[in-house]
């Protein structure tokens, strides 16, 4: 009876022994897989940056095919392999923004060429400067600008894309956006608008004591109604929408693959250079930063788009109302309350939403890599170089 009674405990002893062992089995192996997903690389934030915006963040693969090895890790310091398939999309950045900015210069000299020898057969007789005054003074030059853009900045936008492979339909997969954020980010843009004109005016008084000027000289074009009314398009609707498919939807989508940060700002350089003077490169350079901002945050350019036609638009409006001063200054005085109330704003903006911050890791794919990207060094250096030539044929 004794033995019966041993074996019985015994086997219960083995038994409560056995389901202990299992138990601790199943922890370990969770301990281990907790352990496997804490140390996997997420493709998507490869560099564990909870500052980016998750939406807008590419697959990491793209740079370094083998990131879903098991415990794989991006290295601090980027290898060979990783900064040669970095600096292809940095090349990829600064060479479509070049083709555009030359595109854009021989499409314009085409038009204007073609259409000069159009009207010279039409009147043989005519001088030279009297086709190009009636060109200036007539609509054909807001027509020209007008054509010369749109073509230019959607035929590159696309090119760069299909170059990085980066689908068209990334442009526009809005997030977490709405009518009252739109209305937001259009009154903060204003503010900004006021800030850097009025900066830019500082600068162009400090040239113009050394006798250059740094604005816009072609302000007289385009002065008939039909001309007025293109260039109001152009600049309402048409120079908003090509841009920033251009700047934001193409230029900040390819330069971000590591770096959201250096992404908003280089996309913001060229957007400033593209205006080709001082004054608009500030006001460009800094409101780019503030609607690259919002594009990743919304990971599309619909807001970017709704704030350049709010801003565009209260610049043609002023520029309507040159010859009223009661009404500009009445206008004026409104958008300075609007402006006020858009500094508010950003400052609640700003303590919510900040730009993205780099990590150490991704200060050595920015900067680091950019300065060896030859497209991308090529294109800041040609632009800049183009501004700087426009401000000393001004030299009185």
């Known amino acids: 009876m004794t033995e019966i009674d041993d074996t019985a405990a015994d086997r219960a002893e083995y038994a409560a022994l056995n389901h202990e062992i299992y138990d601790l089995t199943r922890q370990l192996e969770a301990k281990e897989r907790e352990f496997l997903d804490y140390t996997k690389t997420d493709v998507y934030d490869p560099f564990k940056n909870p500052t980016e915006f998750k939406w807008y963040r590419d697959d990491y693969t793209e740079i370094l095919p083998w990131i879903t090895m098991p415990e794989f890790s991006v290295p601090f310091e980027p290898a060979k392999v990783e900064r040669s398939a970095i600096r292809k999309y940095y090349n990829i950045g600064g060479l479509t923004a070049l083709f555009q900015f030359i595109g854009s210069n021989v499409i314009a000299l085409g038009l204007i060429l073609l259409i000069r020898s159009i009207l010279s057969g039409i009147n043989p007789n005519a001088a030279y400067g009297a086709v190009a005054h009636y060109m200036k003074s007539s609509s054909i030059f807001s027509a020209i600008n007008l054509i010369t853009f749109l073509l230019s900045n959607l035929l590159f936008a696309f090119i760069g894309l299909k170059w990085a492979k980066i689908k068209p339909s990334s442009m526009i997969k809005t997030r977490d956006f709405c009518f009252g954020a739109g209305m937001q980010y259009c009154l903060i843009g204003l503010f900004i608008w006021f800030f850097a004109a009025y900066a830019s005016a500082g600068i162009e008084d400090i040239f113009s004591k050394y006798g250059f000027t740094t604005e816009v000289s072609d302000s007289d074009y385009g002065k008939t109604g039909i001309g007025m ?48 003077n001082l004054p608009q490169f500030l006001l460009a350079f800094s409101i780019g930063i503030f609607m690259g901002h919002i594009d990743m945050k919304h990971n599309s350019i619909v807001p970017s788009v709704i704030v350049h036609i709010f801003i565009n638009t209260i610049v043609s409006i002023m520029s ?28 609640f903006f700003r303590k919510e939403d900040k730009l993205p911050v780099s990590t150490p890791a991704q200060s050595r794919r920015g900067i680091a890599i950019a300065r060896s990207s030859v497209g991308l060094v090529a294109a800041v250096t040609v632009q800049i170089a183009y501004l700087v030539l426009r401000i000393l044929e001004t030299k009185s």
């Open 229 to 276: 009314a293109v260039m109001a398009l152009y600049s309402c609707i048409i120079a908003p929408l090509t841009e920033e498919i251009f700047f934001r939807g193409a230029l900040m989508k390819i330069f971000s693959k590591s770096n959201q940060r250096f992404g908003i700002f280089i996309s913001a350089v060229f957007f400033g250079l593209a205006h080709g």
């Open 320 to 347: 309507a109302l040159k010859g009223n001063t009661v009404a500009l200054n009445a206008f004026t005085a409104a958008l300075a309350v609007c402006g006020l109330a858009g500094l508010v704003l950003l400052l």
